[in-house]
């Protein structure tokens, strides 16, 4: 029993769950070299950059007490406006996409602090506003970016399984896990997430806090999506809109809870890693794509069973009527 | 809001002609069946369910699946499972108080997954033409917008007049008030989320008529949709304050905005901007009014 309480504990949980899938998905392959090869160690990587840094940022702001829906909107936006302006100098582009993002996550927390508006209403505007401009911008069409070499840069394969842009995404997430833990800002962050009104008292700025976090959000999910369009040499306003669930999922199986204030960057990072290992693995071992949507979904669901706070109430609720009979 | 809103369309030429108010109220029927479901969700105070799309297109397959059976089976069938399944996340919230968002990203890549098993990703096509009656007009009014305006009568009515109405608010604006007064919180949630599948599921059955197939893309983007809807009539995001008529009101203002965009000759992707800048704004502006009242 004790061991079972230690691998569900939050801090713990994300790793344990990871090292699951890992072994599950060794056992299966059974040494036929599919699923533990260098290859599939790389397009983890790379699809763990799509969606680390987005997760990453909705993580955040779930600590925060926040949900922060926008993500998806961002991440196209801002490879639109990257590719739009950096044709010829990808710097430019880069500045551009993370200006955005800065700008538009800042104007967000400033929103919903300043008119005291719960962060999913705003947030939902916010995706709904973002969606819309990177159809403008594009006219609706997936606009291809000249610069293949740059493409080429990022996604080459580093000692077989890195690349630029997963080095890149890897290193903001060291950073980001650093402040966390380490800096007062960090505890200052948790704090504003599990019991506002305690730390306001304390004497944290809990506004400029949920500011700080949502531009974070929106700094990250635009780097994320200016790389993920600089690598694939297009942006289109559609083809990204499905990340909220996977960054979502992966946030909560990186030990994020919806009530605020836990959530490790590491966690989190976990948690998208073994998304993106169901989702390679499975792949790799020759499974369709269906089994990637049932794992995904029956790992969430057994999450979300087992942080349910009445949980243990219900239980106990069953064994007494069954030791009544 | 509402009279410049009103000004705004009658000004503009065109919109009062039948053609394009028939349209109108057809597109709005689908969206509202949807919002007005989501708005029980919102109501007791889960704030939105990621999984009522998903939740249409797979109604939608069931039913013109079943359609060999005959129609009456078929729609038996459709109802039936988007009740259920709605119903079965709402017992996992409502008896567990498990994350509903969390549960409703679980159920919808449940869904997507044994429907791509299922159906290997394909569409299925109506086999006759029995489906005619609900997709023509009765009274002037197409089929599918008098479907909305039922629903949004019994929803209401569930919802001023029943003790299961008043739970619902009850549990939404306070949850430890509604349980020391002795409302079950379990039966009141998976009762709302019941009621989200099944209009959810009506909406699926109707947009699969009209188009005469059914697969998994139809439901694509209606919960957000559906949730700016509830938003933009003013129900509260944090649940307990609201009402399906609110969100008809919303349902109605963010089409006849799209369809005045569309009648001046704004480009679609004009009116997804401005879509979302209304939702945003609209939004801002609830939260002042709350604050003077």
């Known amino acids: ?325 | 809001m509402l009279l410049i809103l009103t000004v705004g369309a009658l000004a503009t030429p065109g919109f009062i002609s039948t053609p394009s108010l028939a349209a109108l109220l057809t597109s709005i029927s689908f969206i509202g069946c949807v919002a007005v479901g989501m708005t029980f969700i919102t109501l007791s105070g889960n704030i939105m369910s990621l999984c009522l799309g998903a939740t249409l297109s797979a109604s939608s397959l069931i039913f013109m699946a079943g359609l060999s059976f005959g129609v009456g089976p078929a729609l038996a069938l459709g109802l039936g499972f988007g009740t259920l399944f709605t119903a079965a996340q709402g017992l996992l919230v409502g008896y567990l108080r498990a994350n509903p968002i969390i549960v409703s990203i679980a159920a919808l890549a449940l869904l997507v997954g044994s429907a791509d098993y299922l159906t290997g990703g394909q569409r299925i096509y109506s086999p006759g033409d029995s489906l005619v009656p609900l997709t023509g007009t009765l009274w002037g009014m197409p089929v599918e917008a008098l479907f909305l305006l039922a629903s949004a009568v019994i929803g209401q009515i569930i919802l001023s007049y029943t003790r299961f109405g008043r739970h619902i608010h009850m549990v939404g604006s306070n949850l430890k008030a509604a349980r020391a007064a002795g409302v079950s919180i379990w039966r009141t949630v998976t009762g709302s989320y019941l009621l989200a599948g099944f209009f959810t599921a009506l909406a699926g059955i109707l947009l699969s008529a009209r188009y005469g197939s059914g697969d998994m893309e139809l439901g694509v983007g209606y919960d957000y949709d559906a949730i700016a809807s509830v938003l933009v009539g003013g129900t509260a995001i944090h649940g307990g304050e609201g009402s399906v008529t609110r969100t008809l009101l919303g349902v109605a203002v963010i089409s006849a905005i799209q369809v005045v965009l569309l009648l001046y000759g704004f480009s679609q992707q004009m009116q997804y901007l401005m879509t979302g800048l209304i939702v945003l704004t609209v939004i801002m502006l609830h939260s002042l009014g709350e604050r003077h009242s």
């Open chain 1, 1 to 325: 029993m004790s061991v079972f309480k230690t691998i569900t504990r939050e801090s713990i949980r994300p790793f344990a769950v990871l090292s699951g899938a890992v072994v599950t998905l060794g056992l299966v392959d059974r040494g036929s070299g599919n699923f533990l090869s260098v290859a599939t160690a790389f397009s983890v990587l790379q699809l763990f950059s799509t969606l680390g840094l987005v997760s990453l940022a909705l993580g955040l702001s779930l600590v925060v007490r926040g949900f922060d829906l926008s993500v998806a909107g961002m991440l196209s936006l801002a490879g639109c406006v990257a590719v739009l302006t950096g044709a010829t100098h990808p710097w430019l582009g880069l500045a551009a996409g993370l200006a955005l993002g800065l700008a538009a996550g800042t104007l967000q927390g400033l929103v919903m602090t300043g008119l005291r508006i719960p962060p999913l209403g705003v947030t939902l505007g916010g995706l709904l506003t973002f969606q819309g401009l990177s159809y403008v911008l594009t006219e609706g069409q997936t606009i291809a970016y000249p610069n293949y070499d740059l493409a080429l840069i990022l996604t080459e394969p580093i000692m077989g399984f890195l690349s630029y842009r997963s080095l890149i995404t890897l290193g903001v997430f060291l950073i980001v896990a650093l402040v966390m833990s380490h800096t007062r800002l960090g505890r200052d962050v948790v704090a504003t997430g599990s019991d506002p009104e305690a730390s306001r008292i304390a004497g944290v700025h809990t506004d400029r806090i949920l500011i700080g976090v949502f531009a974070l959000s929106g700094f990250l999910t635009a780097l994320a999506g200016v790389l993920l369009s600089y690598s694939l040499a297009a942006a289109s306003p559609v083809a990204l809109s499905d990340v909220l669930v996977p960054a979502a999922a992966a946030a909560i199986l990186g030990g994020v809870s919806l009530g605020g204030g836990k959530g490790k960057p590491l966690g989190i990072a976990a948690g998208v890693l073994t998304l993106c290992i169901l989702r390679s693995g499975l792949n790799a071992i020759g499974a369709s794509p269906f089994v990637h949507e049932f794992a995904t979904g029956g790992v969430l669901l057994v999450v979300a069973i087992l942080d349910a706070p009445e949980l243990a109430r219900r239980l106990t609720s069953w064994r007494l009527r069954a030791s009544e009979r």
